[in-house]
C-alpha cells in the first residue's frame, strides 16, 4: 500500500504561483510514475502531469504546458508540481496519484493510489 499526502494549496490570485507537494509513504514509489490530476466542482477529475520513474519523461496537457511543471525527488519519496502564471479557471481540487508501473500514463485508470486532495482556489 501506499499513502499519498498532499500539501501546499491556498487561494492565490491570477497570475500568481503555487508549489505542490506530494509525499508518499507505505511501499516506496522510486519505480512508480506519479502524477497530479484536478477535479474542479461539477466536472470529472482531468489530467494535469504526469513523470516517469527516473524524473526524465513527463506528460502535459495543453491546458497547462508552459506554465505547469511536475518533478519528483526519490530520495524523499516526493513529488512537486509548481504552477506560474495562475488562471481562475485552474481553481480545483488537485490529486496526487501513483501506478504500478513506471510509464507516465495520462489515464486515470492507470493510477493505483490515490491522495485526499489539495483545493488551490485562483481569485480573478
Known amino acids: 500500500q501506499v499513502q499519498l499526502v498532499e500539501s501546499g494549496g491556498g487561494l492565490v490570485q491570477a497570475g500568481g504561483s503555487l508549489r505542490l507537494s506530494c509525499a508518499a509513504s507505505g511501499r516506496t514509489v522510486v519505480n512508480s510514475a506519479m502524477a497530479w490530476f484536478r477535479q474542479a466542482p461539477g466536472k470529472e477529475r482531468e489530467f494535469v502531469a504526469a513523470?516517469?520513474?527516473?524524473?526524465?519523461?513527463?506528460n502535459y496537457p495543453d491546458s497547462v504546458k508552459g506554465r505547469f511543471t511536475i518533478s519528483r525527488d526519490n530520495a524523499k519519496n516526493t513529488v512537486y508540481l509548481q504552477m506560474i502564471n495562475l488562471k481562475p479557471e485552474d481553481t480545483a481540487v488537485y490529486y496526487c496519484a501513483a501506478r504500478v508501473g513506471p510509464a507516465p500514463t495520462t489515464r486515470r485508470e492507470s493510477y493505483d493510489y490515490w491522495g485526499q486532495g489539495t483545493q488551490v482556489t485562483v481569485s480573478s
Open positions: 513523470i516517469g520513474w527516473r524524473g526524465v519523461s513527463t
